[in-house]
């Protein structure tokens, strides 16, 4: 009797810690849904005096039409773009820094639990991946050309809520969501 419960209590803590497990290679709807809000919330509406540094970025909507591996493909190099532009040591100040920090924690960690799709292997990915690589060099250049000064980086925020709204709104079938409403 006393092996048998063993045995079944040993499967039972063997399945729980294989099921509490992270998915590999899944993009977290919430997580996404997160770090837009996150991005909204730390510096409020787009200010007033930044309205003459404010430009015009086409963003690469192509680089997201195809439902599936390269969508996902799109998503996970958009996070990884976004990561590299806050890798700097001159991020705004005037921001709230603890949602700062937890915005760059949740994309690090995202990409991270996706470090797999970087090998995810899509015959037309090399052309969406140009769009992307061009968006993101844009709004590189708009923090350089002004110095990662407070108003270059609101226009970064204003880019990248775009991007990440357009993401939640049209390809979040291809996020992975715990407890979808």
């Not at 977290?28 to 770090?35: D, I, N, P, W």
Request: with cysteine.
């Amino acid at each position: 009797m006393a092996i048998q419960t063993i045995t079944w209590m040993s499967a039972f803590l063997c399945l729980a810690q294989v099921f509490s497990m992270p998915m590999p290679c899944q993009l977290q709807g919430q997580l996404v849904r997160t770090t837009h809000n996150l991005l909204r919330d730390m510096g409020g509406h787009f200010p007033l005096e930044c309205l003459q540094e404010n430009v015009f970025m086409a963003f690469p909507a192509t680089s997201f039409a195809t439902s599936g591996a390269p969508q996902v493909r799109a998503i996970y190099e958009t996070l990884k773009n976004i990561d590299t532009l806050f890798g700097t040591d001159e991020l705004p100040t005037m921001w709230d820094q603890q949602k700062l920090e937890y915005f760059q924690n949740i994309i690090y960690r995202q990409i991270e639990e996706s470090e797999c799709m970087s090998s995810v292997d899509t015959s037309d990915y090399p052309i969406r991946a140009e769009g992307l690589k061009t968006y993101f060099g844009n709004i590189a250049a708009v923090l350089k050309e002004k110095n990662f000064s407070y108003c270059a980086w609101e226009v970064v925020r204003k880019e990248l809520l775009y991007t990440l709204e357009f993401i939640l709104k049209h390809n979040s079938d291809s996020l992975l969501w715990s407890n979808r409403t």
